[in-house]
């Protein structure tokens, strides 16, 4: 009985996830602050870069969120598309505002780190491009979203662009590499490379604001999801008055 | 199908001359590249062929919304997808007809504008074989945006945010196969664009149009 | 000032930037979640 699709009804979804919400906020406000406060005021200065490498504590968490709202909206449509649960489209389109901001917060903090590492605001290196190319992307399917009346259509066509837009968006990021040589360097999570580069007094905290970026992705997207259904309601309610 | 193709292509001749809009449109974007950035001959042979492919881009922009739009308002559409060819068929062949009437005259009509670029001579052969690869690819996947909007009124804007983002990847190696040295590795990542968009993109746009006719 | 002053600049930038984007997506999710919870509240 205890499946997990019992959770797409959207009066079960919302009475289960109002109990959590209180205590994932608690969660993940402290998660993040801890990893923020504890990389910013507590962790060692670079010895080459100084101070300016405690931006990492918001670059690469908020960089690894933005695609992974991306992905989350991609499973979110298919499951639309193939199991048609609504709650699952409302996430989809709950996530997009989140990983806007996510990819704003990747760049503007790029940015910044860029001036004093590569002398430069901005180049044109692969990653800063395929995040520019995510960020139009993630402006297309919030604006499909908006120009749509009909919210099951809206729905279904959004469901495809995310899922067009996702092969595209991967051809790109390999096209890019064609394109330019590359100011990033390679990816320091142990996870991924299989050794650790980066010291212990440097990653844990960086570990803390990864996992409070993600708790917080988790919480506004409930958050957002729960408006969603609620303005749904009133849409509803609205069109029975009258 | 042929039968589909044949009528848009006529269409296209007799609409006030859509396509000869089309090709009037590139030539004035090609025009203003000089007047914009002044007109040094090795500035602008240097940036022709980004110029040329952007100017394509553009000009293919505009017509895309002729696509499904007359057929959506009279009727057309519904009797097209309620006829025994599958809707797939239908989006096939719009999307052919499309690049024979935007597409193929582009093509053809870069290489004249890219003398006033002072496209270096060298650069003809690859600038119109990248064009032809690559334009296809282009008609594809603007027959899906047009399929995706085809409910809006006065799409045309958001439109084109949908669709030049998944140009970018044809936009890069369609310059790439003219400007890069080995021109022909280019051209098969264009040409395998191209083919992915004709064979994949055909049965996403049918899905999205049974949905906008629903 | 606060023991800020040993920080570069654009640590601070970078912050000032990040918090001010974290506070507005946060800040616009719950209101607008108050304000659908409200106006349901009022047809129901």
């Not at chain 1, 440097?202 to 803390?208: D, Q």
């Not at chain 2, 848009?8 to 090609?30: E, K, M, N, R, Y």
């Not at chain 2, 739009?69 to 809707?87: N, S, Y």
């Not at chain 3, 918090?19 to 719950?30: F, H, K, N, Q, R």
Request: glycine share 8%; aromatic share 12%; hydrophobic share 60%.
């Amino acid at each position: 009985m205890a499946s997990i699709w019992q959770y797409a009804n959207p009066a079960k979804f919302m009475a289960t996830t109002a109990r959590f919400m209180g205590p994932l906020w608690v969660l993940s406000i402290a998660t993040l602050a801890t990893g923020l406060i504890w990389g910013f005021f507590f962790t060692p200065d670079d010895f080459k870069q100084g101070s300016t490498v405690k931006i990492i504590y918001l670059h690469v968490p908020s960089a690894m969120m933005a695609i992974n709202a991306w992905i989350m909206m991609l499973v979110a449509s298919l499951i639309w598309l193939i199991r048609r649960h609504h709650v699952s489209a409302l996430a989809a389109k709950a996530a997009a505002p989140i990983g806007v901001t996510f990819t704003l917060i990747a760049m503007a903090t790029g940015a910044v780190w860029g001036k004093p590492m590569w002398g430069t605001y901005w180049a044109w290196d692969p990653r800063l491009t395929s995040f520019m190319i995510l960020l139009i992307f993630y402006f297309g399917y919030i604006a499909l979203w908006e120009a749509l009346e009909d919210k099951d259509l809206a729905a279904d066509l959004t469901s495809i662009l995310c899922m067009v837009g996702s092969v595209f968006a991967l051809l790109s990021r390999y096209a890019v590499q064609f394109w330019s040589q590359g100011l990033h360097q390679g990816t320091s999570i142990p996870l991924v490379t299989g050794e650790r580069q980066v010291d212990d007094v440097f990653f844990i905290p960086l570990l803390f604001a990864m996992g409070g970026f993600i708790l917080l992705f988790i919480t506004l997207l409930l958050l957002r999801t729960r408006t969603a259904i609620r303005l749904r309601r009133i849409q509803a309610l609205k069109a029975k008055e009258t | 199908m042929w039968a589909i193709i044949q009528r848009d292509i006529s269409l296209a001749f007799a609409q006030g001359g859509g396509l000869l809009l089309t090709v009037a449109f590139f030539l004035i974007l090609v025009v203003f590249v000089p007047f914009g950035i002044g007109p040094a001959p090795t500035l602008l042979s240097k940036i022709a062929p980004g110029m040329l492919w952007i100017g394509a881009l553009l000009a293919t922009l505009l017509s895309l919304d002729r696509i499904f739009q007359l057929d959506f308002e009279d009727g057309t559409l519904d009797a097209l997808a309620t006829a025994p060819i599958p809707l797939t068929g239908l989006v096939t062949a719009k999307a052919l007809a499309h690049w024979i009437t935007t597409g193929l005259p582009l093509t053809l009509a870069a290489l004249p504008l890219g003398f006033l670029l002072f496209l270096p001579n060298g650069q003809y052969m690859w600038l119109f074989l990248s064009l032809l690869i690559g334009t296809p690819a282009l008609s594809f996947i603007g027959t899906f945006g047009a399929a995706l909007t085809l409910s809006i009124k006065r799409g045309g804007l958001l439109l084109s945010l949908l669709v030049l983002p998944l140009f970018v990847p044809t936009l890069l190696f369609g310059v790439q196969a003219i400007i890069h040295p080995d021109h022909t590795i280019m051209l098969a990542l264009l040409a395998v664009i191209s083919l992915l968009s004709a064979a994949v993109l055909p049965f996403v746009t049918a899905l999205a149009l049974r949905a906008g006719l629903r | 000032m606060y023991g800020l002053d040993k920080y570069a600049p654009d640590v601070l930038l970078a912050y000032a930037l990040g918090m001010a984007l974290l506070a507005a997506i946060i800040l616009g999710s719950v209101i607008q979640s108050k304000r659908a919870k409200k106006r349901l509240e009022d047809l129901e």
